[in-house]
């Protein structure tokens, strides 16, 4: 079974349009993350959350909205697609607290790479 | 704010040898984590080595071992008995300690690997 699974693998959209991107864990954990991955590779932390706090990175537009209906799911929901968003999209769980990260490395998704056209 | 450095984007490596990835890091805290992450053209983010910054010992999974210099806040990354699968982008990443934002995963721009046969 797949750790972390994210679908569709692929997202091919027009400008202006909405999306999401779901993603899912079953390895018990209680962190969830969406980094992006640009065109040349660079992967930049999104959000975070646990479960009890969102953690936003500030850097990132409010047209990115994450949304949790319970610990094993974080999906991302995309309004007004522009072509800037063209990325690959990396959804991770990882064990955390809150309080300290623990040595636990964070497990990926395959990554969905969405084309704003 | 703690930045992850790889100063080498691309690097090659004849078949059976070894080859060393570089990696410093800057932070202001004395505990974090730090990783080594296998990215091939799958798209696949895979784990290949850990080291707790509190062990003096540097970490060894295989074929893969690390040269960890608290001090010099350096991470580097020794691939012995290169074979074609390590072919890839290597991420270097560090996770604080302490939860919340600091708990999130920073990455380094990473280095192309090829491997000659």
């Known amino acids: 079974d797949t750790a972390v699974s994210q679908t569709p693998k692929y997202l091919v959209t027009q400008m202006g349009n909405d999306k999401s991107i779901k993603c899912e864990q079953n390895l018990g954990h209680d962190t969830m993350y969406w980094y992006k991955q640009d065109s040349k590779k660079f992967l930049k932390i999104m959000f975070s959350y646990n479960n009890k706090e969102l953690i936003i990175n500030e850097t990132v537009p409010n047209r990115f909205s994450p949304k949790s209906p319970d610990k094993a799911h974080l999906n991302l929901h995309i309004n007004s697609l522009e072509l800037g968003d063209s990325a690959v999209y990396f959804c991770?769980?990882?064990?955390?607290?809150?309080?300290?990260?623990?040595?636990?490395?964070?497990?990926f998704g395959n990554g969905t790479r969405l084309t704003v056209t | 704010a703690q930045t992850v450095t790889q100063s080498q984007p691309e690097m090659s490596v004849q078949e059976a040898e070894t080859v060393t990835l570089s990696c410093t890091y800057d932070t202001s805290e004395s505990d974090y984590y730090l990783f080594w992450y296998k990215q091939p053209p799958s798209r696949q983010m895979i784990l290949v080595i850990r080291?707790?910054?509190?062990?003096?010992q540097n970490a060894t999974e295989n074929r893969f071992s690390v040269n960890f210099q608290k001090a010099a806040k350096s991470f580097s990354l020794k691939i012995s008995d290169s074979q074609l699968g390590d072919a890839a982008m290597y991420f270097c990443a560090y996770r604080g300690f302490y939860g919340g934002s600091q708990g999130n995963l920073i990455f380094g721009k990473g280095t192309k690997l090829s491997v000659k046969p």
């Open positions: 080291q707790e910054a509190y062990k003096q």
């Open positions: 991770a769980s990882s064990q955390g607290t809150g309080t300290y990260s623990y040595n636990s490395p964070l497990h």
